[in-house]
């Protein structure tokens, strides 16, 4: 079978397409998994290009989506046909985060190999199932990005109709997050350079937006469309180069859900008026097992269905990476066999 590994130390000139035996019959608690589409996120481009060192010739990608093949002895939970998607942290079930998950020892792509495979055998709880009627690759978006932006609002946010909701640029996580945000009732402003990806978040919902590059300091612009009162959550996607203007941004006891470090990972705080503001800043990675199950409850239940910027051949793995790291996609990037 075919798997995309990367070489050490890294590079999308290190990419690799291989041949590898697949994996033996599921053992006991296990199930095999076809591997159908994988969407990508930017910890995979870290790892792909070095940034988070793994093991060489490590098997890439987190996401996962396919087709149940075979059921170890105790599988109780799913059967030849399902429809499954992978999880990212598959030693955290449910409750708070433990110690574990600090490391990304379990995670596929990271720790252990990933689901750039055409077939993987893990343990059962390394998958749930998929949305009933969802496409792979619309599947593949949930494990990290989706699920992300379910725990910011849902989750840790509280997230009520009539909330308002700032989401920092149109990659994967936030244009989750605008369309959760949406279907609960809540207002939401979306921030890009682009106008084109500003008019596009608008036909999805956007009920204002802010290009930063015309306005670099939008934070003002929050507190001016919100009438002084600021935004209830914030998806800080940015970090030491847009925290503050998420504090300034922020309301009164609002929520700031500090998920990506795109502009970096080091720089100053304004702590005096994130104190002043009673602002909850709330550092996440994805979520459990079980906010996955109550995620995909969710979005069964309403219209949600994931953007898809674009999909690549998994053989054309390295060009998918470039493509995203050029920051040129709205939604998800995606990758099939």
Known sequence: MKAVVVKQPGGLENLQVIDQDKPQQPGRGEIQVDIKASSLNFHDLSVALGRIKADDGRVLLSDGAGIVTAVGEGVNEFKQGDAVVSTFFPQWLSGDPIPAVANFEQTPGDGIDGMAAQTVVCQAEAFTHAP??????????????????????????????????????????????????????????????????????????????INYKKAPEWGEQVQKLTDGKGAEHIIEVGGPDTLNQSITAAAV????????????????????????????LQGLIVGNRQQQQDYIR????????????????????????????????????????
């Open 132 to 209: 009933k009627g969802w496409s792979h690759e619309e599947a593949a978006t949930i494990t990290t990005a989706g699920l992300t932006a379910w725990r910011a609002l849902v989750v840790d946010g509280n997230l009520k109709a009539g909330d308002t909701v700032v989401a920092l640029g149109t990659g994967g996580v936030s244009i989750a997050a605008l369309q959760i945000a949406k279907a609960m009732g809540a207002r939401v402003i979306i921030t890009s350079s682009s106008d084109e990806k500003l008019a596009r978040a608008q036909e999805l919902g956007a009920d204002a937006t």
């Open 253 to 280: 006891g609002g929520h700031i859900a500090l998920i990506g470090v795109l502009t970096g990972i080091k720089g100053d705080v304004a702590t005096a008026a994130l104190m002043a503001k009673h602002i909850r």
């Open 298 to 337: 969710a979005l069964e239940q309403t219209d949600i269905r994931p953007v898809i910027d674009k999909t690549y051949a998994f053989e054309k793995l390295a060009e998918a990476f470039d493509y995203q790291q050029n920051g040129k996609h709205f939604g998800k990037v995606c990758v099939r066999w």
